[in-house]
């Protein structure tokens, strides 16, 4: 059965930085695409991030390009957020998904002072 | 971007009835394999998304039968025949064509 756990998340000031991880286990994580959402409260879902198998191709969406990190480890089964010069609106549940089929049970990130 | 539009954003639904939820993309989703690459999700209250349909029709495993998908180029639809208690939440129309990938504003059904 396909498991991702995200954690890291928590609260934190305007202009702070926050690390995001998320295990997997399930299925052969080095083979696939994997991919961080968002979604605010009471809002809708956002792409924020994917990375290709080996990790050479990342894409951002534009209101997180230059300060967010997206990151994986093969070796360790593992993806990441680096999040950096966080802001009000990147307040959010953050999920962690293989391919869209597969998702976690999300990290809540929250940006106030 | 490209732009998702769901209708209607509330549907309800009397139990055993039918339901139906339109996406329209403002850009063809059609991609040069032939595929096109617009998924439906659904999500319970205080649970993730879980992925219903892929690639316009193909059901993922344990969705119920009951859901289906059809629908080309910028028009699609989710069919629910029968609608049963567990189907309440939201449901979101997504398309990975083109980058960044784009949701719908989402669904809300509700028993009537």
């Known amino acids: 059965e396909v498991q991702l756990v995200e954690s890291g998340g928590g609260l934190v000031q305007p202009g702070g930085s926050l690390r995001l991880s998320c295990a997997a286990s399930?299925?052969?994580?080095?083979?696939?695409?994997m991919n961080w959402l968002r979604q605010a409260p009471g809002k809708g879902l956002e792409w924020v991030a994917n990375?290709?198998?080996?990790?050479?191709?990342?894409s951002y969406v534009d209101s997180v390009k230059g300060r967010f990190t997206i990151s994986r480890d093969n070796a360790k089964n593992s993806l990441y957020l680096q999040m950096n010069s966080l802001r009000a609106e990147d307040t959010a549940v953050y999920y962690c998904?293989?391919?869209?089929?597969?998702w976690g049970q999300g990290a809540l990130v929250t940006v106030s002072s | 971007d490209v732009v998702m539009t769901q209708s209607p954003l509330s549907l309800p639904v009397t139990l055993g009835q039918p339901a139906s939820i339109s996406c329209r993309s403002s850009?063809?989703?059609?991609?040069?394999?032939?595929?096109?690459?617009l998924n439906w999700f659904q999500q319970r209250p205080g649970q993730s998304p879980r992925r219903l349909i892929y690639?316009?029709?193909k059901r993922d495993s344990g969705v119920p039968d009951r859901f289906s998908g059809s629908g080309s180029g910028t028009d699609f639809t989710l069919k629910i025949s029968r609608v049963e208690a567990e189907d309440v939440g939201v449901y979101f129309c997504?398309?990975?064509?083109?980058?960044?990938?784009?949701f719908g504003q989402g669904t809300k059904l509700e028993i009537k």
């Open positions: 998904s293989q391919s869209t089929a597969s």
């Open positions: 399930g299925f052969s994580f080095p083979i696939y695409w």
């Open positions: 990375i290709n198998p080996d990790g050479s191709e990342k």
């Open positions: 850009q063809s989703l059609v991609y040069s394999d032939g595929n096109t690459r």
């Open positions: 690639d316009v029709s």
């Open positions: 997504m398309q990975y064509r083109y980058w960044p990938h784009t």
